[in-house]
């Protein structure tokens, strides 16, 4: 069933991604399993989803130290400076950053670790007073600091827009959220100018996201069902 669930997504997927021009291996899925059992987590990698996404430090540590099979996991959720440690240990991708002083204690736990960071930048797209993540004028002074002060490598931009009853409703976040990836991409602030990452979209509003350009879509309970 985790099977088709899966395969459903994905079709799902590749049409808006050939709606909005672009094929469909442009954009990735992340399985996002908190709060998900690890028997469902093998299931859904045994039918080819390596992607993950987990919120929780503790869980993840869990989860991911007793996984013998190598996924490839990203952090989503919030990080606290005291953790930044165990995070670059776990994860591949932090998605989450939003301010100067984590991105530093990355590069510095990173350099100790000898491994390489890579980042993404969480922009509070829809101005929310209760979320995390950094104002969208304020994006492009907090790249230039982690590039000039940082060897973490920037990916992109992750957002999550405010939350509404109408998934249409999130299409202009995720089409801001686009627009302002573009202009720092303009300005030559990506180190991979190739391919700039836009982490946007969840269960319910994944397909727009994948219209308006996202090229990770992180789906939890679409995929798994409801969390404990
Ligand atoms: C939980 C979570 C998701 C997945 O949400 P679903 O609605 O279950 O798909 C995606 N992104 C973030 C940041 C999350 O915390």
Redesign the pocket.
Known sequence: MLCDRLETINQKIVRAAERSGRSGDSVRL?A?S?RQSMEKILQVASCGQLLF?E?YLQEAREKIGGCEKKLCWHL??HLQSNKAGLAVQLFDVI??VDRLKIARLLDKHAKQQQKEIKILIQVNIGREKQKHGVLPEETEPLLRSILEETGCRVLGL?T?PPWSAHPEDSRSYFKKLRMLSEELADKGLFPDQDRIELSMG???D?TIAVEEGATLV???????GR?K
């Open positions: 992340i996002v908190k996404g919120n989503i959720g998605e989450t992750m999550l969840m269960s319910a994944y992180r789906v939890g309970t679409a995929l798994f969390r």
